[in-house]
C-alpha cells in the first residue's frame, strides 16, 4: 500500500485547508486510516481517524475545526477551519490493514504510512 499526502502549505491562522492523502497498491483489507502531526521536536500524534464503516474519531485539540472523510476512490481528506499556530507540524496519513483491537489515535496502531506534507501557521 503506498500512500501519498498533499496540499500542505504556508497559511495565516483563522484559515482553511484541505489535506489529501490518496492510497493506492496492493488491495486489502482497511479497517481505520488516520492522520497524525509531528511538530517540530515533538513526537508523532493522532489527529483523527476514521474507520471502514464511517466512525471518526478526533483529538480534543482538533475537535470542531477539523473533519475527516473518505471517498470512493480511496483518497483520505482532511478539512482544517480556523487553523492555529500551534497546528504547525508535519501531517502524515497511515492505514491499518491489521485485524485486532487497537487505538485509534496511537500511531503503532497502524501499519503504512505516506511520507507527510508541512503544514505551517504563521
Known amino acids: 500500500v503506498q500512500l501519498v499526502e498533499s496540499g500542505g502549505g504556508s497559511v495565516q491562522p483563522g484559515a482553511s485547508l484541505r489535506l489529501s492523502c490518496v492510497a493506492s497498491g496492493p488491495s486489502s483489507s482497511t479497517y481505520c486510516m488516520g492522520w497524525f502531526r509531528q511538530p517540530p521536536d515533538n513526537k508523532r500524534l493522532g489527529v483523527a481517524s476514521i474507520d471502514s464503516d464511517g466512525e471518526t474519531t478526533y483529538a480534543d485539540s482538533v475537535k470542531g475545526r477539523f473533519t475527516i472523510s473518505k471517498d470512493n476512490a480511496n483518497t483520505l481528506y482532511l478539512q482544517m477551519i480556523r487553523v492555529k499556530p500551534e497546528d504547525t507540524a508535519v501531517y502524515y496519513c497511515?492505514?491499518?490493514?491489521?485485524?485486532?483491537?487497537?487505538?485509534?489515535?496511537?500511531?503503532?496502531?497502524?501499519?503504512?504510512w505516506g511520507q507527510g506534507t508541512q503544514v505551517t501557521v504563521s
Open positions: 497511515a492505514t491499518r490493514t491489521l485485524f485486532g483491537q487497537f487505538q485509534r489515535l496511537k500511531s503503532n496502531a497502524y501499519n503504512y
